[in-house]
């Protein structure tokens, strides 16, 4: 079945410090890809998506790159705020209305 | 648009109680979801919903919990009798169907604890 891998957390950064999350999916067919950022007591909330290779997702500051050769789709950021502060998930959707998500990466940023 | 809400915000009750957490979608969106939150299974599908007839239950943990989509506005997941090992934050979703890019919107949540 299909499955999303994300590396574990917690990622700590000082404010203004890259970030990259690694994430690799296994899959059938032509997914679509997802990052969902989830802040603290709050849901989750699509951050961006990928619907075919090589397609770039941007959002707030943040990346990533559908990479169907690899099978990943690593999240990005050249400078990390406080306010990023969360938890992170990858997710696909695989020709149908379900998602698989990871596990989830919690970053934290101190100023 | 509201987006997703979910009530109560907040569920506290003792074993062997009933709890009835409700959802409502967004407007025009033909598929719901129920997920569980917890620290250490992190998120879990329990049941989809499109147009209001279950598609996949396999996430239920058990015949202690059931959900229900008596309309395309309104759903409702129950537990009876509740254990202290459901105490958990339960998300609706809600999508519009139909194609495989198209994202999940969450309410924020209702978070159940049973002591």
């Known amino acids: 079945g299909d499955s999303v891998t994300q590396m574990e957390g917690p990622v700590t950064l000082s404010e203004e410090a890259c970030l990259t999350i690694?994430?690799?999916?296994?899959?059938?067919?032509?997914?679509?890809l997802f990052w969902y950022v989830q802040y603290p007591g709050e849901g989750l909330q699509l951050l961006l998506k990928?619907?075919?290779?090589?397609d770039k997702g941007s959002n707030k500051g943040f990346e990533a790159t559908y990479r169907k050769e690899t099978t990943s789709f690593h999240l990005e950021k050249g400078s990390v705020q406080v306010s990023d502060s969360a938890v992170y998930f990858c997710?696909?959707?695989?020709?149908?209305?379900?998602?698989?998500f990871g596990g989830g990466t919690r970053l934290m940023v101190k100023p | 648009d509201a987006g997703v809400i979910q009530s109560p915000r907040h569920e506290v009750t003792e074993m062997g109680q009933e709890v009835t957490l409700r959802c409502k979608p967004i407007?025009?969106?033909?598929?719901l979801f129920w997920y569980r939150q917890t620290m250490m299974r992190g998120l879990e599908l329990l049941i989809y919903?499109?147009?209001?007839?279950?598609?996949?239950d396999s996430g239920m943990p058990e015949d202690r919990f059931s959900a229900k989509m008596p309309n395309a506005s309104f759903s409702t997941l129950k537990i009876q009798p509740s254990e202290p090992r459901d105490s958990a934050v339960y998300f609706c979703?809600?999508?519009?169907?139909?194609?495989?890019?198209?994202?999940?919107?969450f309410g924020p949540g209702t978070r159940l604890t049973v002591l």
């Open positions: 979703a809600s999508s519009p169907s139909g194609t495989s890019y198209n994202e999940q919107f």
């Open positions: 997710a696909l959707n695989n020709a149908g209305n379900m998602l698989t």
């Open positions: 990928a619907t075919k290779a090589d």
């Open positions: 407007s025009g969106h033909n598929s």
């Open positions: 690694n994430c690799t999916y296994t899959a059938t067919g032509y997914p679509s």
């Open positions: 919903f499109n147009n209001n007839v279950p598609i996949d």
